[in-house]
T-cell receptor, first 115, second 109 residues
Framework: DAGVTQSPTHLIKTRGQQVTLRCSPK?????VSWYQQALGQGPQFIFQ???????QRGNFPDRFSGHQFPNYSSELNVNALLLGDSALYLC??????????????FGDGTRLSIL | GENVEQHPSTLSVQEGDSAVIKCTYS??????FPWYKQELGKRPQLIID?????GEKKDQRIAVTLNKTAKHFSLHITETQPEDSAVYFC????????FGKGTMLLVSP
């Protein structure tokens, strides 16, 4: 039973560039949430996708956008990268956004470094 | 929005002792409270969760208690082992998860 997988594992970018991170949910899950985890902090909610639509959004600027595909996989896009965007980006999947607050299972994350 | 405070930020215990981590939340509408364990360089792993219609839940050596009136919940680990050493995060949710800043638990042999 495949768990949540994310790619790439590490990424180095420079300020102003754009980045795309990818996530495949756990088998059987249909909802994907993205989090940003700064060093020494708890994960911070970015947004959640269900049925290919953004359903919930945290306090992040429009530079952060996403997409969900018919196979439930998801992408996180960040434009105009800033030094402060350096963090671990975590994807979590769950089942049934309509039935809220189902357990979320995390991937290993993508470590993004901005130079 | 929701705000979750977690204490202590670090906790050192001897193997076999108990460990308690406490969290408070601000949104009285929050109804789901999971706890995650994150080892260095690894993914957060869900270890236990509790919903607002339950006051206590136990799973082997770990237990969580919830006091809705006071808006706080706690994680209890008994008979700690060195492999329990990790960062533990509490979270509260009405619609989305809000995490605390984490507690680094160190269990010494």
């Amino acid at each position: 039973d495949a768990g949540v997988t994310q790619s790439p594992t590490h990424l180095i970018k420079t300020r102003g560039q754009q980045v795309t991170l990818r996530c495949s949910p756990k088998s059987g899950h249909d909802t994907v949430s993205w989090y940003q985890q700064a060093l020494g902090q708890g994960p911070q909610f970015i947004f959640q996708y269900y049925e290919e639509e953004e359903r919930q959004r945290g306090n992040f600027p429009d530079r952060f956008s996403g997409h969900q595909f018919p196979n439930y996989s998801s992408e996180l896009n960040v434009n105009a990268l800033l030094l402060g965007d350096s963090a671990l980006y975590l994807c979590a999947s769950s089942l049934g956004q309509g039935a809220r607050n189902q357990p979320q299972h995390f991937g290993d994350g993508t470590r993004l470094s901005i130079l | 929005g929701e705000n979750v405070e977690q204490h202590p930020s670090t906790l050192s215990v001897q193997e076999g002792d108990s460990a308690v981590i406490k969290c408070t939340y601000s949104d009285s509408a929050s109804n789901y409270f999971p706890w995650y364990k994150q080892e260095l360089g690894k993914r957060p792993q869900l270890i236990i969760d509790i919903r607002s219609n339950v006051g206590e839940k136990k799973d082997q050596r770990i237990a969580v208690t919830l006091n809705k009136t006071a808006k706080h919940f706690s994680l209890h680990i008994t008979e700690t082992q060195p492999e329990d050493s990790a960062v533990y995060f509490c979270a509260a949710s009405r619609r989305t998860l809000t995490f605390g800043k984490g507690t680094m638990l160190l269990v010494s042999p």
